[in-house]
């Protein structure tokens, strides 16, 4: 009888830590609300420079309802020439519920004439509440010219 009792307290337990885990679509699109802070150095050859951005972000829309309308607070780096180079940086997104969620990203820009595009790749290292164990991750593109700015991605969390 034990033996049962155990099994089967096992395999619920089990089965509840499968289901917990399972991922979830986070993808996601937003628009800067303010730019914080912004330090730019100009350092070696002509047209280089290091840029320093903390930078908050407003959710439009989210394939998880806690993220709509939600902050993303961005912190990061680029290393570029003529405004085309590389970023990371961490994030930080706080959900309607206070949640947050963070991790760093990575990836490239380009500007051509007053259009920056850019893409990389980010990840999940956890949270607060609900997401603290979160992991995942997913890929991220956008777009800035003097009329729009659009940045969306897609990607799987598990928690």
């Known amino acids: 009888m034990w033996m049962r009792l155990f099994l089967t307290l096992l395999s619920t337990m089990m089965a509840v830590s499968i289901a917990a885990a399972e991922p979830h679509d986070c993808s996601w699109a937003k628009h800067p609300e303010r730019l914080v802070s912004q330090q730019t150095v100009k350092v070696g050859p002509v047209g280089h420079e290091v840029v320093y951005t903390n930078r908050l972000d407003r959710i439009d829309k989210s394939t ?10 961005i912190f990061g780096v680029s290393d570029q020439t003529n405004g085309t180079g590389a970023h990371s940086g961490w994030y930080e ?66 928690y």
């Open 93 to 158: 997104w706080v959900g309607k519920s206070s949640d947050k969620m963070f991790g760093t990203y990575r990836g490239t820009h380009v500007t051509d004439g007053s259009v920056r595009t850019w893409r990389g790749t980010f990840d999940i290292a956890g949270g607060t509440g609900r997401y603290e164990k979160a992991t995942g991750g997913g890929d991220y593109k956008g777009r800035a010219a003097p009329d729009a700015f659009e940045e969306s991605g897609a990607c799987t969390i598990n």
């Open 64 to 73: 998880m309802a806690d993220w709509v309308g939600g902050q993303a607070w």
